[in-house]
């Protein structure tokens, strides 16, 4: 439920929007202006995103560079291929200048490669190397996210040389507060805390004040080990080094919650059997190509259930009662399965579950199946007896409630351990897979137990 504090912001924002169309309308550069600067950059980027081609236009060509900057940074993808349609080359080289390198990189990533190439060709030597060195990097890699604006200065400096130099600097980069201490290699031999350097003696080297125990990544490095490291070791950036230990970039933490939220939403849809690229602006024929392979998979699966259910239809026919009671037992194994299936990816995201000792923690769960089993086969066969009067047909769902159970917790800790060993996220679509095995080992144990005490429940 929205606060009150909510709404007013909501409102307010509703209102300057209103404006700032009515400003574009009228061409009035300054009313653009005052109301830009009473909004959130991200605020104003997500309501153009349903703006008409020609708002977009107009606002291109009355806000200036800085602005621009801001608002591109902040952008979704499809925003940003949308706003350069409208500005030239030169002029985008001038929004450029007042962007980070990574964020450049990013949207250059999201442009036509004709459009992209032209734009670093028409850019300074020393840009160009670092931005067509940042786009080498895989984009869900640690060289993909990282930025080149920080400071990093010659260990052998004093506090006083490097105040100086942090002065001077600063005002470039997207990280001041930690400073990181080369040697004349240029590499990386540790990290100095701004407010070290702040209160040293002038005559303090930066490697007496500098911590060497440094944690770091190589540019290779997926970004979800990145994120687990910020994350385990509470940093606020993390350099990324080469083999060399020279200094490329860093990562800050603004980009790692941008990569957990990321992670996390590529965990849920893929859960699912939903394309990561999906999102609720796709179209409908994108939409189809990306869930429809995958449906595929579960109609074949939903097909093997159904096989298993027709090789018993003599035993059903016979006892109608097992055909309202079986999905109790396929339902509750799927429930329990997902249980399990999410307490282990979660792990396996966390960098918690290592495969060499993987197999105590698929026993442990077969274990808390059988647990589970036993108290819901209890009240499920309780239940059924009563309303049945079947003492056998309780004791079958009891038995057949415990071993889904069990095969829930197996199936539920092993598939995504599967998916793990062969290099693949464990979020793929292993619901769909679970799903499965519960319903066609569900189905195939209770009717085989039917068929058994056949005799006993006519």
Request: proline share 2%; charged share 25%; with cysteine.
């Amino acid at each position: 439920m929205e606060t009150k504090l909510e709404q007013k912001q909501e409102e307010l924002l509703e209102q300057q929007l209103e404006q700032l169309e009515e400003a574009l309308e009228k061409e009035d550069r300054e009313k653009i202006d005052e109301l830009y600067e009473h909004m959130h950059p991200i605020d104003l980027a997500e309501a153009m995103e349903e703006w008409e081609e020609e708002e977009l236009e107009r606002f291109c060509g009355l806000a200036d560079d800085e602005k621009l900057a801001e608002l591109l940074t902040e952008a979704d993808e499809e925003l940003q291929v949308e706003l350069a349609k409208y500005l030239s080359n030169s002029r985008l080289l001038l929004i450029f200048s007042h962007m980070q390198k990574d964020d450049i990189v990013d949207m250059l990533g999201n442009l036509r490669i004709n459009r992209r190439k032209q734009l670093v060709d028409l850019m300074r030597a020393g840009d160009r190397r670092v931005i067509t060195e940042l786009l080498g990097y895989d984009e869900d890699s640690a060289g993909g996210i990282m930025t080149t604006a920080y400071i990093a200065l010659d260990g052998r400096l004093t506090s006083a040389d490097a105040l100086r130099k942090i002065k001077e600097i600063g005002p470039k980069t997207e990280l001041i507060e930690t400073i990181y201490v080369l040697n004349s290699q240029k590499q990386l031999v540790g990290t100095a805390d701004l407010r070290d350097i702040l209160i040293a003696q002038d005559t303090d080297t930066l490697r007496s004040l500098a911590d060497e125990n440094v944690i770091c990544v190589e540019p290779e490095t997926d970004q979800e080990e990145v994120s687990l490291l910020v994350s385990k070791y509470d940093l606020n950036a993390i350099p990324v080094v080469n083999k060399r230990k020279v200094l490329l970039g860093i990562v800050t933490v603004d980009d790692i919650i941008d990569v957990i939220l990321e992670e996390h939403t590529e965990d849920i849809l893929q859960m699912a059997g939903v394309s990561k690229e999906e999102t609720i602006d796709s179209t409908i024929p994108q939409s189809v190509r990306r869930r429809l392979p995958w449906l595929c998979v579960n109609l074949i699966t939903a097909f093997l259930s159904s096989f298993a259910i027709k090789s018993f239809e003599s035993v059903i026919a016979q006892v109608v009662a097992l055909s309202a009671t079986m999905t109790i037992v396929t339902g509750m194994g799927g429930n329990a399965g997902n249980q399990t299936l999410s307490i282990m990816i979660r792990g396996i995201a966390l960098g918690e579950v290592e495969l060499k000792k993987s197999w105590r923690l698929v026993l442990k769960e077969a274990l808390i199946g059988l647990v589970d089993g036993i108290f819901m086969g209890v009240a499920t066969g309780f239940i059924v007896f009563c309303i049945y009067e079947n003492l056998y047909l309780g004791i079958i769902i009891f038995i057949a409630m415990i071993a889904n159970q069990m095969i829930a917790g197996f199936c539920g800790a092993l598939i995504p351990l599967i998916f793990k060993a062969l290099k693949q996220d464990p979020a793929l679509a292993s619901s769909i897979f679970l799903t499965a095995a519960t319903d066609i080992l569900g189905f195939f144990i209770f009717l085989s137990l039917a068929s058994v005490f056949l005799p006993f429940l006519r």
